[in-house]
């Protein structure tokens, strides 16, 4: 079946250091790649997404660039604040713009101060 | 505007019990899904409806239901609980399906012993 692979499972950066996970996708009918951030004890919340006909999208400290011919996409975090610590999954729509997503198995990022 | 509303937030059953895990949203989206997040396994798709009186199953239905009555309303079922089924549940809405912002609730653990 389709799936997406999410590295690394774990990533520790100090505060004000970037931050970079990558996700790659076996579907190639894909088109809609949003990412999710999950603090502890909640449900995941949206920070972004990226469609297919978009080759990078940024929102303040927070960017996302796909390569469609590579089938891989990462999230690019800068100038990490602890706040940004959390568990951070990407998903991607299978079957076009009418399916359901499948997500990664998680990032856990850690910024320490 | 609550957004997505789940309950309860945490359940212990023992094997063979039965129960329903209420979710309601306020923001009169047709898509509902049900999420399991296992620790390190991401989250994968249970059911999912497009609308009142329309379901079908994603990528792990076996040992649950849903029922779609009301926009609103999207509760999920198990029968004969079992210890696989030890798990956080999410509920979640979007306006539209594989290609815009999901709305996930604050979750459900369930323990099954």
């Known amino acids: 079946g389709e799936n997406v692979e999410q590295h690394p499972s774990t990533l520790s950066v100090q505060e004000g250091d970037s931050a970079v996970i990558k996700c790659t996708y076996s579907?190639?009918?894909?088109?809609?790649f949003p990412w999710y951030k999950q603090e502890l004890g909640k449900g995941p919340q949206l920070i972004i997404d990226?469609?297919?006909?978009?080759g990078e999208k940024k929102d303040q400290r927070i960017a996302v660039t796909l390569n469609k011919t590579a089938k891989h996409f990462s999230l690019h975090i800068t100038e990490t604040q602890p706040e940004d610590s959390a568990v951070y999954f990407c998903?991607?729509?299978?079957?076009?713009?009418?399916?359901?997503?499948?997500f990664g198995k998680g990032t856990k990022l850690s910024v320490k101060p | 505007n609550a957004g997505v509303t789940q309950t309860p937030k945490f359940r212990i059953l023992k094997i063979g019990q039965s129960m329903t895990l209420q979710c309601a949203q306020d923001?009169?989206?047709?898509?509902m899904y049900w999420y399991r997040q296992d620790p390190g396994m991401g989250l994968k798709l249970i059911y999912y409806?497009?609308?009142?009186?329309?379901?079908d199953k994603g990528e792990v239905p076996n040992g649950y239901n849903v029922s779609r009555s009301t926009t609103e309303d999207f509760p999920l079922r198990l029968e004969l609980a079992a210890p696989s089924q030890t798990s956080v549940y999410f509920c979640?809405?979007?306006?539209?399906?594989?290609?815009?912002?999901?709305?996930f609730g604050p979750g459900t653990r369930l323990t099954v012993l």
């Open positions: 979640a809405s979007s306006n539209l399906r594989g290609r815009d912002t999901q709305y």
């Open positions: 579907d190639s009918a894909s088109n809609y």
């Open positions: 990226i469609r297919s006909n978009v």
């Open positions: 998903a991607a729509s299978i079957g076009g713009s009418q399916g359901n997503l499948i």
């Open positions: 923001m009169n989206h047709n898509y």
């Open positions: 409806s497009v609308g009142a009186g329309i379901t």
